[in-house]
């Protein structure tokens, strides 16, 4: 019987944290006890708000942060009081996604590999009707990420940005296979991941968190892998939709920092 667990995050967003567990005893139920699930909700309002789903299918555990500790900072709490190493896969996740059906018996089905780290499913996007993975195919080269920090540096010239070049980038459909990161709204690390990396440790409020655990899963050598048979639906971006532009642009920047200065 596999171990797995789900480390989310809540930020205000409560009724999306039921419409999402909801969906995970529905995905539970349908692997008909091939599984042991722990969800442990990891709570970043203030006031702390009141986590009283009852689950049919799993254990559901709440961790009030008492601060807004951004999204792997939450999960860094998170995976302190509940070690990851105990899971043969643990999930990270945003609250504003749902599982379909059939989640958990196509996670079976994966193939035990000890050089897999991260697993990228597909994330169906309602609002622009498409994958989000893969995220990134191929490590970014530093140049890259320098223009964007400049871009993220002067809030007028991004938004100039997203309403030119990048509106006309092509969606490509990709296969399955290895790539370099996946999308970090949902994120599967393998036990493997945890032995040769240890838990989340990431101190930037927000933003680049794939290129964080894509550079560990290189150093490591350890293989990211995209898988579309595993799906999951991204139903709007609860936390970071509602940022203003400056402070979206702030956070990027600072994240393209650390990024850089860590790793490049």
């Known amino acids: 019987m596999k171990q797995v667990a789900i480390y989310c995050v809540n930020y205000h967003s409560k009724d999306r ?24 909700a ?20 709440v961790v009030n942060t008492g601060e807004n500790k951004g999204y792997f900072g939450a999960v860094s709490e998170g995976m302190k009081r509940y070690d990851p190493m105990s899971y043969d896969y643990s999930i990270i996740s945003n609250v504003d996604v749902v599982m379909e059906k059939d989640f958990f018996v196509q ?17 169906f996007s309602d609002t622009e009707h498409r994958d989000r993975n893969p995220k990134i195919m191929r490590r970014y080269a530093k140049r890259k990420l320098q223009i964007l920090r400049f871009l993220f540096s002067i809030p007028p010239l991004y938004n100039l940005y997203t309403h030119t070049a990048y ?9 399955p296979g290895e790539i370099y990161a996946g999308h970090g709204s949902f994120i599967i690390l ?13 101190p930037v409020f927000l933003f680049c968190e794939e290129i964080y ?5 290189l150093k490591h050598g350890l293989k990211v892998v995209y898988n579309p048979q595993i799906r999951v639906r991204d139903t709007e ?12 642009c702030r956070y990027n920047y600072e ?3 650390y990024i850089l200065k860590t790793y490049y």
């Open 17 to 40: 944290l039921e419409h999402y567990l909801q969906s995970i005893d529905l995905a539970v139920k349908a692997a008909e006890g091939d599984l042991q699930l722990d969800v442990i």
């Open 42 to 61: 990891i709570d970043n309002s203030v006031p702390a708000e009141t986590i009283d789903y009852a689950p049919q299918a799993f254990s559901l555990k």
């Open 167 to 175: 509106k006309s980038k092509k969606l490509i459909k990709h296969e």
């Open 255 to 257: 994240a393209l920092s």
């Open 190 to 202: 393998t036990q493997e991941y945890f032995k040769r990396c240890g838990i989340i440790d990431y």
């Open 237 to 248: 971006h609860a936390s970071t939709g509602t940022f203003r532009r400056r402070k979206y």
């Open 213 to 217: 655990l894509g550079e560990l899963c």
């Open 107 to 123: 996670l079976a089905e994966m193939p035990a590999n000890k050089t897999l780290g991260w697993i990228a499913p597909q994330i």
